[in-house]
C-alpha cells in the first residue's frame, strides 16, 4: 500500500484551510482578518449575562470575595472550555455538529444536543430584545410611560415613585388633602402612611411594575391567550436586525461587528461615569465590593461562580466552535482564548460598577435598604433602571442610551446563536447548501420558524411559556451534561495528546501542560459536581402566582431531555453505519506525530497510536504556503 492510499483519498489534496469537501460543495470561507474572529467572538460571548447576572452574584455571595471562586473556576473549568471548543472548531474546519463527527462518529450527537439547545435559545433569547425595543420606543415619549400613574393600564394600587420623590413634601403624613374631595378627615389621619416603602416593593404598586406586567406582558390567566401584535412588530424588527446580520455568513457578520461589538463599550462608559456622579452610588459600590470572606464556605457561591463562568464563556452552544471553524490553519487560537477569558471578566466586573452605582441611587433618593431592590434578570434592565433613569434630568436621553447599549449587547448574541445553526446545517449538507444563494434561505427559513415559534412568548399567557423554556430548554443540566462529555471525548476517547500535537501544528508551539490535565480530570469533574448540584435544586414553577405544577413539569422535562435523547440517538446511527469504526477520527484530519500514542499518563500509554503516516514533504509544504502573517 503506497503512503497516499495510506493516508486516504482527500489528505493529499486538500489544504489546511480548506477540509475536506464533498464533491460539488463548495469551499468554506475564511475571516478576512485577525481582527473579525476575536470581535466577533466578543460579541458572542459578551451579553446579558455580564450586566445583570455577575454583578448580582457578587452581591449575593461576598463583594469581592466572590471572586476568589469565580477566577478559580474560570481557570480550571471556563477557559479550558472555550480553548477546546475554539480549538476544535479551527481544526476541524467544521461547524459544531460535523466537528464531532470528524473527532469521534460515535458522539456526534454531542454537537446536535447543543444545537438543540442553541435553537431553543435562538427562539426565545430574541424576546428579551423584543421587550428591549418596545421599551426603546416608549422611552421617546414624554413624560416616560413608566414614570406615572396616569396611564390607561395603571391599576388603583398604583404608586409613581417618581413624582412621590419630586413632591416629597406633599405625602407627609400632615399633609391635608381635604380640599380635592371637599371631605371630613378622620381624627387619626395622621397615622395614615401614604409612603409604605415595604408596600410599593409589592407586585403591582409602583408604576415601573405596572408599566412591566400590565403594559408590556399584559399577563392574564389564559394559557397563552392572543398575540400582542406591538410586540410582534418588535420581534419582528428584531429578526430582520439579526437576518440581514447573518445572512452572508461571515462576510457580513466580520464587518457588523467592528459597530456591534465596541459601540457598546464607549455606551457603557458613558454610562459608568454618569453612574459613579450619582448621589448615593458611593453606597452602592460599597456594597457591590465590601468582602465577607465567610461567603467563601458557602457551596452555594460556588455552584454560582460555576454557572456564572459557564454563561460568561458561551461554552457548549456550539458558537465557539463555529466561529473557530472559520479561523486560518495557523492563527494563534492560544493567544486569542487568552484575550477573550481577560475581556469576558473585566467587562463584568466593569458592568457590576454601572449596575451597583444606579441601584445605590435608586437606594439614597427611596430611603430603601439596597437589599430590596437588589435583582437579577430582566427585573433589573425593565424595572430598577428605567426607575433610576426616570429620576434623572435629560431621563429621555439617558433611558435610550441605557436600552441601545442592552440592545447592542444582547443582537450579536443572538446572532452568533443563529450562525451557529446556519453553519451546523450547511456543514451537514454542504453539496445542498454551499451553493449560491441557499445561504440566505436556510438563515431565512430559520428566522421564520424562529420567530413563528416566538409568537408563543408574546401573548397574554407567554410569560409562562418563556419560563418554562428559560427554566429547561436552556437549563444548566443540559451544558454541564455536553461540557463532561466534550472533555472526556477530547481527553481520554481521541486522546489529549493527540489533540495537544494537532494545536501545536496549527499554533507552531504546545500549549500550557496545565490545560491537558484540566480537560482529563479537573474539567469534566468540577462539571460532574456542579450537574449534582443543579439536579438537586428543584426548580421553581410559580410565575407571577400561577403555579405551573404538574404540567408545567411534564413539559419542561420533555423540553429538558429532547437535546440529551440525541446523544444515545447519534450513538445508535454511528452503530448502524459503521460498528467497526465508531470512535476512528476521520482521516482527512492532519496529525503531527501519527505514530505517537494518543494519550500517555505518567509515562504509560493509555490509548495507543492508531499507526497513520507520518505527512509527506508537499503537505509540509502546503501549510507552509498556507501561513498568514503573524501579529493580530
Known amino acids: 500500500m503506497t503512503e497516499e492510499k495510506a493516508r486516504g483519498p482527500s489528505a493529499a489534496t486538500v489544504g489546511p484551510d480548506e477540509g475536506a469537501r464533498e464533491e460539488g460543495a463548495q469551499p468554506r470561507g475564511k475571516w478576512a482578518d485577525n481582527k473579525e474572529f476575536l470581535l466577533s467572538t466578543t460579541g458572542g460571548i459578551i451579553g446579558f449575562g455580564n450586566l445583570w447576572l455577575f454583578p448580582y452574584l457578587c452581591f449575593r455571595h461576598g463583594g469581592v470575595v466572590f471572586l476568589i471562586p469565580y477566577f478559580v473556576l474560570f481557570l480550571f473549568f471556563g477557559a479550558p472550555l472555550l480553548f477546546l471548543e475554539i480549538a476544535l472548531g479551527q481544526y476541524t474546519s467544521e461547524g459544531a455538529v460535523t466537528a464531532w463527527r470528524k473527532i469521534c462518529p460515535m458522539f456526534e450527537g454531542v454537537g446536535m444536543a447543543s444545537q438543540v439547545a442553541t435553537f431553543y435559545l435562538s427562539t426565545f433569547f430574541i424576546i428579551i430584545l423584543a421587550w428591549n425595543i418596545f421599551y426603546m420606543i416608549n422611552s421617546f415619549k414624554s413624560p416616560l410611560p413608566w414614570s406615572t400613574c396616569d396611564n390607561w393600564w395603571n391599576t388603583e394600587l398604583c404608586h409613581s415613585r417618581v413624582n412621590m420623590l419630586d413632591n416629597s413634601h406633599l405625602f ?23 409612603f409604605n416603602v415595604t408596600d410599593l416593593s409589592q407586585p403591582d404598586s409602583s408604576s415601573e411594575e405596572e408599566f412591566w406586567r400590565h403594559r408590556l406582558l399584559r399577563v392574564s390567566d389564559k394559557l397563552l391567550g392572543e398575540v400582542h401584535w406591538d410586540l410582534a412588530l418588535c420581534l419582528l424588527l428584531a429578526w430582520v ?53 465567610s461567603r467563601l464556605a458557602d457551596s452555594s457561591a460556588w455552584e454560582d461562580a460555576g454557572m456564572c463562568v459557564m454563561y460568561s464563556c458561551a461554552t457548549c452552544h456550539g458558537v465557539l466552535t463555529t466561529l473557530g471553524s472559520y479561523n486560518k490553519y495557523n492563527r494563534n487560537c492560544y493567544r486569542d482564548c487568552m484575550v477573550l477569558c481577560c475581556v469576558t471578566c473585566a467587562t463584568s466586573i466593569f458592568a457590576g460598577f454601572i449596575v451597583f452605582s444606579v441601584l445605590g441611587f435608586i437606594s439614597h433618593t427611596q430611603n430603601v435598604p439596597l437589599e430590596e431592590i437588589v435583582n437579577a434578570g430582566p427585573t433589573l434592565i425593565f424595572i430598577s433602571f428605567p426607575l433610576a433613569l426616570s429620576m434623572l434630568p435629560g431621563s429621555t436621553f439617558w433611558t435610550v442610551l441605557f436600552f441601545l447599549t442592552v440592545l447592542l449587547l444582547g443582537v450579536d448574541t443572538h446572532f452568533m446563536l443563529v450562525e451557529s445553526l446556519a453553519t451546523s446545517i450547511t456543514d451537514m449538507f454542504p453539496r445542498h447548501l454551499r451553493r449560491p444563494g441557499a445561504r440566505e434561505i436556510l438563515v431565512l427559513v430559520i428566522a421564520v420558524v424562529c420567530f413563528l415559534l416566538g409568537l408563543t412568548f408574546i401573548t397574554e399567557g407567554g410569560i409562562i411559556a418563556f419560563h ?33 500535537d494537532n494545536i501545536e501544528d496549527m499554533i507552531g508551539y504546545p500549549p500550557n501542560p496545565v490545560i491537558k490535565y484540566c480537560w482529563m480530570f479537573i474539567t469534566p469533574l468540577l462539571s460532574v459536581i456542579l450537574l449534582l448540584c443543579r439536579l438537586a435544586n428543584r426548580y421553581s414553577l410559580s410565575v407571577y402566582g400561577y403555579n405551573l405544577e404538574p404540567m408545567g413539569a411534564t413539559i419542561g422535562a420533555i423540553i429538558l431531555v429532547i437535546p440529551l435523547m440525541c446523544i444515545p440517538l447519534f450513538i445508535l446511527v454511528a452503530l448502524w453505519r459503521n460498528p467497526q469504526n465508531m470512535i476512528s477520527s476521520s482521516s482527512d484530519l492532519r496529525q503531527l506525530r501519527p505514530h505517537k500514542p494518543l494519550l500517555t499518563l505518567c509515562k504509560c500509554v493509555i490509548l495507543k497510536a492508531q499507526g497513520q503516516p507520518f505527512r509527506t514533504a508537499a503537505e509540509r509544504h502546503e501549510k507552509i504556503m498556507m501561513e498568514e502573517p503573524s501579529g493580530v
Open 241 to 293: 436586525m439579526c437576518y440581514f446580520c447573518v445572512w452572508k455568513g461571515i462576510k457580513s457578520i466580520g464587518k457588523v461587528v467592528y459597530f456591534t461589538a465596541t459601540f457598546p463599550y464607549l455606551l457603557l462608559l458613558i454610562l459608568f461615569f454618569r453612574g459613579v456622579t450619582l448621589p448615593g452610588a458611593q453606597q452602592g459600590l460599597y456594597y457591590y465590593l465590601y468582602p465577607n470572606f
Open 172 to 194: 407627609s403624613s400632615n399633609t391635608n388633602w381635604s380640599f380635592l374631595n371637599n371631605i371630613t378627615l378622620p381624627e387619626d389621619f395622621e397615622s395614615v402612611q401614604y
Open 468 to 500: 418554562l423554556v428559560d427554566q429547561y430548554g436552556t437549563s444548566e443540566i443540559i451544558f454541564l451534561f455536553i461540557s463532561c462529555l466534550e472533555t472526556i471525548i477530547i481527553g481520554w476517547v481521541y486522546g489529549a495528546d493527540r489533540f495537544y
